[in-house]
Each structure stands twice: as structure tokens, then as C-alpha cells.
């Protein structure tokens, strides 16, 4: 069985993969289809509403069945935020050092005991007959004051789990705790229950 990934993000995709690949689903992109999914506009205010959008647009454009995933960051000195806005934090060409500057320069007289923070994630999974599988996860954590590791992306090496970041772990240790991880622990047994249903 074919599903279309809706997203561009090469660590994202291989993530996704590892999860799918052992149910028998074979994740494609709209490159490897030859073919080109619109740019949806992530007009949502949640990171439920932003995925469905991408999945429903990936699912409509390829005919297959489409996942997405819309995920960042939320701060609590911060109210939440940076939160549906988190890849493009620091305005329209907004990338991983200008945001993780932003964040750190926000959170500068922010004392360690304050600065919690939980990465989110929600998978939507859209079938051309309409049906739609959601899903969602979190972890938990604190933003550093330095940067640490090279194995992440985004603001991993600002988040921290315990002593390390999220980029000093390897992909292993880090599908284990991630936000990420926990969503598609979930969507593996959703996606088993509907596929056996």
C-alpha cells in the first residue's frame, strides 16, 4: 500500500518512514511521484487543523492516501508561543538560527525553574474515501542556555530532556521520547485498527 508524504523536510520523511515501512506501507513523496502537491497556506490556529489541511491537499492533488504532520515548539514564559508559528518565528525568512536567536534573546532574564517547554505534534491521515485518522504527541522539557549537538534540527539543540539536548541524541533514542515518536506510536495502532477493519 502507497502513502504520499506531505512534506518536503527530509528528517521528517525519514521519521515517518521508519514508522510505516514496518506496516507494510511503502511512504512516497510528491517528487518520487512526479508531481506537485500546492503550497497550502497554514491558515489553522491549532497544529491538528494545519495537518489535516496538508494531508486533505496531498490526498486531493495524489489520489492516495496522504499523511501530514504539523509540529513545534511551545514555551511556557512564552504563553505557548512560539506554537503553530514555530518554523517561521522570526518572520517570512525565518530558518533554524534566526528562530533558536529569537528564542534565546526572548528568554534571556528567564530563569532555568521558567523556562519549560513541550515540543507537539499532530498526524493527520487523510484516505481518498474521505476518512481522516488523527493523532497527537508531546514531550516535555526545558530550553538550555547553550546550544548542544549536531544530530538534530530546528530547535533541537536548544531543547533539552533531562542533561541532554534534543540533538545530542541519536534518531533511536530520540523516536523514543519525541513528540514525534509518541504521535506515531499512536497512529501505528490507529492505522492497524482501521487498515484491519
Known amino acids: 500500500m502507497k502513502f504520499i508524504i506531505a512534506s518536503k523536510n527530509k528528517n ?3 521519521e515517518l518512514e521508519r514508522i510505516l515501512n514496518p506496516l507494510g506501507i511503502q511512504a512516497v ?4 511521484l512526479n508531481i506537485k502537491i500546492p503550497e497550502v497556506e497554514e491558515t489553522g490556529t491549532t497544529f491538528s487543523e494545519n495537518a489535516f489541511l496538508k494531508a486533505n491537499s496531498a490526498c486531493k492533488t495524489s489520489g492516495l492516501p496522504a499523511i501530514a504532520d504539523d509540529s513545534g515548539l511551545c514555551v511556557d514564559a512564552l504563553d505557548g508561543a512560539p506554537g503553530v508559528y514555530s ?3 522570526s518572520g517570512e525568512n525565518a530558518d533554524a538560527k534566526s528562530n533558536n536567536a529569537l528564542l534565546i534573546e ?13 515540543f507537539c505534534c499532530s498526524i493527520s491521515v487523510v484516505f481518498p474515501n474521505g476518512d481522516e485518522i488523527k493523532c ?3 514531550c516535555k522539557g526545558y530550553i538550555g542556555f547553550e546550544a548542544k549537538g549536531t544530530n538534530g534540527f530546528g530547535y533541537d539543540p536548544y531543547f533539552y530532556v533531562g ?4 540533538a545530542e541524541l541519536s534518531a533511536d533514542e530520540k523516536d523514543k521520547i519525541s513528540h514525534r515518536g ?6 501505528k495502532i490507529k492505522l492497524k485498527e482501521y487498515l484491519d477493519a
Open 163 to 166: 542533561d541532554k539536548s534534543f
Open 12 to 14: 521528517k520523511i525519514k
Open 136 to 138: 497527537f504527541g508531546e
Open 87 to 89: 518554523s517561521r518565528f
Open 29 to 32: 513523496t510528491e517528487d518520487e
Open 106 to 118: 526572548k528568554l534571556k532574564d528567564v530563569g532555568i525553574e521558567k523556562r519549560t517547554a513541550k
Open 182 to 187: 509518541n504521535a506515531l506510536r499512536e497512529l
